[in-house]
């Protein structure tokens, strides 16, 4: 079934934010029109543009420093650019915040350094710092200095946990480390006691149904070959009392929308009244203060 059909026409048409979303899996019509004509699949750039056509949107978007550190760039030049491409769509209403993005699996230097790059940034749009990548590599314990520092600098703290690792990452991330909210967290289902933690503290877990399909870390938590969207503890963690916001990860990479991953909750069952509160949650545990959001 279609998303349009799937999903109530009132929940398809409110305001929402993003709040886990790769710049890396978020690319312009134009290229991807020239990607998926390189693999065999024409797409009219019209078409992709219908995709992209956002009102009314507040995002924060997660920037692989890491990689671009890594990769010898300046991250500071590359930040410069980001926000006068983005800065244009404000007054239609879009608002961009950004997050400073270490891969855990570079280890705890390298993590310092985007701390340090955001802090030359010098720029209130970078509302948090975090880490991704490989949660197996590094223990979570050692970038305690890393999330003090970017804590004095005044950012906020995230970290991608429990989404292939277990339900131990998640409660490491919040008790080592500060972590507001968390990327992905589906490993929260096999732990009662910490579903209990993080419905407690309100620490919400930005779940992103379509990418746990396609990455399978929902089979991977659910201890299955195979999941189906509607195996997904989404619905679970909520009505547990778990604050929830819901995202895309990499849209482009894994085909999917914002409006999709409502259409996805809908599948898992959940009632129109449900999904209204994960749109007001979106804006509830955004960084930026509401009358920036809003831009009033
Ligand atoms: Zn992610």
Same mark, same amino acid.
């Given at each position: 079934m279609t998303s349009l059909l799937i999903l109530p026409a009132r929940i398809a048409s409110l305001p929402k934010a993003e709040l886990h979303l790769h710049l890396e899996g978020s690319i312009q019509p134009a290229t991807v029109c020239a990607l998926t004509a390189r693999h065999g699949v024409v797409m009219a750039e019209e078409e992709v543009r219908q995709r992209y056509a956002y009102h009314d949107f507040y995002t924060e978007v997660t920037l692989s420093i890491g990689v671009m550190l890594l990769r010898k760039q300046r991250p500071e030049a590359n930040f410069e650019a980001l926000i006068r491409a983005t800065e244009p769509f404000e007054s239609s209403g879009l608002r961009f915040r950004w997050v400073f993005d270490a891969a855990r699996q570079f280890g705890v230097d390298a993590a310092m350094e985007v701390v340090e790059s955001a802090e030359r940034c010098h720029s209130k749009a970078i509302v948090a710092f975090g880490i991704g990548g490989d949660e197996m590599s590094i223990p979570t314990e050692e970038f305690r200095p890393v999330y003090n520092r970017a804590g004095q600098i005044g950012l906020h703290k995230l970290m991608h946990a429990g989404e292939v690792g277990g339900p131990e990452k998640i409660r490491e991330a919040i008790e080592?480390?500060?972590?507001?909210?968390? /990327?992905? /967290?589906?490993?929260?289902?096999?732990?009662p006691k910490l579903m209990d933690f993080l419905a407690e503290r309100k620490i919400p877990l930005e779940i992103c149904p379509g990418s746990n399909m396609k990455t399978a870390a929902l089979a991977k938590q659910l201890g299955r070959k195979d999941a189906r969207i509607e195996d997904h503890p989404l619905p679970q963690l909520l009505r547990h009392g778990i604050p929830v916001v819901l995202s895309t990860d990499d849209p482009a990479m894994f085909h999917t929308t914002l409006h999709e991953e409502y259409a996805n909750a809908a599948r898992m069952g959940l009632q129109e009244h449900e999904l209204v509160s994960i749109v007001e949650m979106g804006f509830e545990h955004a960084f930026a203060p509401a009358r920036e959001i809003h831009g009033t």
């Open positions: 080592f480390l500060g972590a507001e909210r968390i /990327g992905h /967290g589906i490993a929260a289902i096999n732990d």
